[in-house]
Nanobody
């Protein structure tokens, strides 16, 4: 059974940083596509970064240069480093796993397993 647990969320001021962790069990993260998504109140879930099983990554323009995804196979964990945070980055952040047959930026529909989410609040 694929399980994902996010951690590392919290409240920060604009310009601050957070590192989110996505700990996996029941599978090896390097064998799956892993994506990070966020959902703000009243908005649709959107992808903020993802990593394919081969190690290539994709980050949308809205957060490129500020968000970085990485993977630690020894810890079976995927990270999302978030710098220069803005109030519009506020939301619940989720990680998810998809079959490696899909490229990771194919959208949320390809993801089979989701974590419970971690809240990120950026406010002064």
């Amino acid at each position: 059974q694929l399980q994902l647990v996010e951690s590392g969320g919290g409240s920060v001021q604009p310009g601050g940083s957070l590192r989110l962790s996505c700990a996996a069990s029941g599978f090896a993260v390097e064998h799956y596509s892993i994506g990070w998504f966020r959902q703000a109140p009243g908005k649709e879930r959107e992808g903020v970064s993802c990593i394919n099983s081969g190690g290539s990554t994709n980050t949308p323009a809205a957060v490129k240069g500020r968000f970085t995804i990485s993977r630690d196979s020894a810890k079976n964990t995927v990270y999302l480093q978030m710098n220069s945070l803005k109030p519009e980055d506020t939301g619940v952040y989720y990680c998810a796993a998809a079959s490696p047959k899909y490229v990771c930026y194919s959208g949320p529909a390809i993801y089979d397993a989701w974590g419970q989410g971690t809240q990120v609040t950026v406010s002064s």
